[in-house]
Nanobody
């Protein structure tokens, strides 16, 4: 069992930046590939980014490619999502999740989820 807690969300103007953190407890994150998803009001969980257990491979949704960067620090048991060039369409609740698969881009592939952190981008 692993518990995930996201932080770093908030209100930012379009074009600004935020860095989300996902801290884990219970088990070491090095056992899992990690992902970030987001959920806008009235929508499902949309894939944002994922990183493999080794950290050597990442994947991004087309909508965030070139603007967002996922990284992990297993010594701190933490995963990050650096978000630059934020747009109003990025407004959502952001969730981190842990998967036992090598790489995963669908919500059903993830075993553990955090409670989410709100990101609001104003125009």
């Amino acid at each position: 069992q692993v518990q995930l807690v996201e932080s770093g969300g908030g209100l930012v103007q379009a074009g600004g930046s935020l860095r989300l953190s996902c801290a884990a407890s219970g088990r070491t994150l090095s056992r899992y590939s990690m992902g970030w998803f987001r959920q806008a009001p009235g929508k499902g969980h949309d894939f944002v980014a994922t990183i493999t257990r080794s950290g050597t491979s990442t994947r991004y949704a087309d909508s965030v490619k070139g603007r967002f960067t996922i990284s992990r620090d297993d010594a701190k048991n933490t995963v990050y999502l650096q978000m630059n060039g934020l747009k109003t369409d990025d407004t959502a609740v952001y969730y981190c999740a842990a998967s036992q698969l090598y790489v995963a881009v669908t919500p059903t592939s993830y075993n553990y989820w955090g409670q989410g952190t709100q990101v609001t981008v104003s125009s």
